[in-house]
């Protein structure tokens, strides 16, 4: 992973008190347009108190985000990354890249060798720092993965996702070249202005880009990378 500066006045810390616990809690909510169920104090608690990874990030004293992973079973060397967000004030400043080091370095403390992790397969920021920026490894499209879900962001849309994998120790995984690639996949360059300004363009883009890479799945091919111009790349599988 590239190596990024942590800018001035920024920290991450551990929730260890219940005051922290709630803040965190606050701080996802108001990321997700709202939702205090995502990630409720009572489990949040439970989770740091078990020995999962469960931070806040700090612009000075004023908590800016959270980031919460829990581990896999044993033999898998492996630990989920449920949540992460930043306030919106904050975003666009390399701070999901300085949490994700951050979490990169706890687990390897561990023993841990890969970290997964879901995201929706229509936001092109997010495909863009998990598959260039990161060099994750694409494992499987869930359609729907989750359901129904009541939050700002998600109110009203189908919740699929793509899951990736973080081989921690590894070099990145490289974009495809060109010659590599069979098939792409295009997705907007703007998901959520689309959910609140057009939802029947927003939907109408979810079964396609859905049918579009369910059918090359089928076919044997796997999402080897991502464009910013052309969006997913496939290739053939091993």
Do not use: C
Request: hydrophobic share 40%.
């Amino acid at each position: 992973m590239p190596e990024t500066a942590t800018p001035p006045g920024i920290d991450i810390r551990f929730l260890d008190t219940v005051e922290e616990v709630h803040r965190a809690s606050e701080v996802l909510a108001e990321v997700w347009g709202g939702d205090r169920g995502g990630m409720p104090p009572n489990l949040l608690r439970a989770l740091a108190h078990a020995g999962n990874y469960a931070v806040g990030l700090y612009d000075e004293e004023r908590m800016v985000g959270a980031s919460v992973a829990f581990f896999a079973e044993p033999a898998a060397r492996s630990m989920h990354s449920h949540i992460t967000g930043v306030l919106p004030d904050h975003q666009s400043q390399g701070l999901g890249r300085v949490l994700k080091r951050h979490q990169q370095e706890w687990a390897l403390a561990r023993g841990v060798g890969h970290i997964t992790w879901t995201f929706d397969p229509l936001v092109a920021r997010n495909a863009h720092f998990n598959l260039r920026v990161l060099g994750t490894r694409v494992t499987e499209y869930l359609v729907n993965h989750y359901g129904p879900m009541d939050d700002g962001v998600n109110r009203g849309d189908e919740t699929d996702r793509i899951m990736v994998s973080w081989a921690l120790a590894a070099p990145p995984v490289p974009t495809p070249e060109d010659e590599r690639v069979v098939a792409s996949v295009e997705i907007p360059h703007d998901i959520e202005i689309l959910r609140r300004e057009t939802p029947v363009d927003a939907a109408v883009w979810r079964a396609h880009v859905r049918e579009q890479l369910v059918g090359h799945l089928a076919e044997g091919l796997v999402i080897g990378g991502f464009d910013d111009a052309r969006g997913y790349l496939l290739v053939p599988g091993r």
